[in-house]
């Protein structure tokens, strides 16, 4: 069975403002692209995500947008992985008044000792997102800062 995760969190703001720190490239550079985000996250829309602690900038085409419910994303496997993409489904739903829970799956990676090792990597990097647009948006802090470099 092809390798895929999901990971999940309350942040306690409303769901619209949830999608906007998401979708908006200068909140998002802010808090999760540590190079940088180009581009903002609507239907049909390709931008582009730079991470200090990787090398390049990746290409994320967005394939879905419901501000304040769900975000459908496609970006390509690492070169090492093989050909083709993964998707990300971001689903936001607002448990209770200002409290929205965030959920992000990830699928698509091939089922080989690769595609499982770089499943976890991206795991890890899904559960951090998760905690620094909690941070970000509640605290106001960037927990990414200086933490890989």
């Known amino acids: 069975m092809p ?3 999901t ?3 309350i942040v306690s703001r409303p769901a619209p403002q949830v999608h906007e720190a998401i979708a908006d490239p200068a909140q998002l550079s802010r808090y999760f692209t540590t ?3 180009q581009g903002r996250l609507e239907a ?3 931008v582009i995500w ?3 602690e990787f090398p390049g900038a990746f290409p994320v085409t967005v394939v879905e947008a419901a501000p304040g419910q769900r975000l459908v994303l496609r970006w390509g496997l690492p070169p090492e992985v093989g050909a083709g993409e993964t998707t990300v489904t971001f689903e936001l739903k607002e448990v209770a008044p200002g409290r929205t829970q965030v959920q992000i799956t990830e699928r698509g990676w091939p089922d080989t000792p690769a595609g499982r090792q770089a499943s976890y990597g991206n795991c ?3 559960s951090q997102f998760l905690s620094a647009l909690k941070a970000h948006l ?3 802090i960037n927990l990414r800062e200086g933490m890989y470099a």
């Open 138 to 140: 509640e605290y106001g």
């Open 7 to 9: 990971v999940s969190g």
């Open 35 to 37: 190079g940088g985000a």
């Open 3 to 5: 390798p895929e995760f």
């Open 44 to 46: 049909g829309a390709t």
């Open 50 to 52: 730079a991470f200090g």
């Open 124 to 126: 890890m990097g899904w």
